[in-house]
């Protein structure tokens, strides 16, 4: 059973323009959301995260925004750069254990 | 910043034999450690929880005889695939928790795993 569930699978954005991607979850009980970008070939790097009794969370141009009622998260790149073509992933976890990961989100941002 | 080193980073093995993955966290302390497996074009997913000086847990499915985890020290866990088999070939993530918080999850560089 999937846990969080992410979208899109995919997405392309031109340069400057706004990436969105959106996760929902089922566990009630998680209590931190993290969002990671990875590279091909790399391990998974942390980028913005936020915990339940927050609704936003912004840092530089990476925003989570929270909404705990309709169990679902989302992450907001802002002026997007072809640096940001990756693949991103939400998580989600109850206490201090592990994550349950998203499927993925394929971004490319064209030149 | 809090920095998780793995170890090799790539091994390729013959079918039947068996390979260790190192996990360290470089500059802190983990009572915990978590190992993660991912398939090509896939997600992650939760194998198992390394604790230091007990046994692993294992998330459902995951054959403990096979993935064998030793936490011996606040900054080592290893993972050894026993026996592999070229369905065991997969990308095999640690990661590591910095910190009293338990959060803030920091994972290393990953393993290439191959079975031939």
């Known amino acids: 059973q999937q846990q969080v569930k992410q979208s899109p699978q995919s997405l392309i954005v031109q340069k400057g323009g706004i990436s969105i991607i959106n996760c929902a979850y089922e566990?009630?009980?998680?209590?931190?959301f993290p969002w990671y970008q990875q590279f091909p070939g790399k391990g998974p790097a942390l980028l913005i995260a936020i915990r339940p009794d927050v609704s936003e969370k912004k840092e530089g141009r990476f925003t989570i925004s929270f909404n705990k009622s309709a169990k679902q998260f989302s992450l907001h790149i802002m002026d997007s750069q072809p640096g940001d073509s990756a693949t991103y992933f939400c998580a989600a976890s109850k206490g201090p254990g592990g994550l349950t990961f998203g499927e993925g989100t394929q971004l490319t941002v064209n030149p | 910043g809090a920095v998780v080193s793995q170890h090799p980073s790539r091994v390729i093995c013959k079918s039947g034999t068996s390979v260790k993955i190192e996990c360290r966290s470089l500059d802190f302390q983990a009572t915990t450690m978590f190992w993660y497996r991912q398939f090509p074009k896939q997600s992650l997913m939760l194998m198992a929880t390394s604790n230091e000086g007990s046994k692993a847990t294992y998330e459902q499915g995951v054959e403990k005889d096979k993935f064998l985890i030793n936490h011996a020290s606040l900054t080592l866990s290893t993972l050894t695939v026993t026996s592999a088999h070229p369905e065991d070939s997969s990308f095999y993530i640690c990661?590591?928790?910095?910190?009293?918080?338990?959060?803030?999850?920091?994972f290393g560089s990953g393993t290439r795993l191959t079975v031939v």
């Open positions: 990661s590591a928790v910095p910190g009293a918080t338990g959060y803030g999850y920091t």
């Open positions: 566990n009630t009980a998680f209590d931190y």
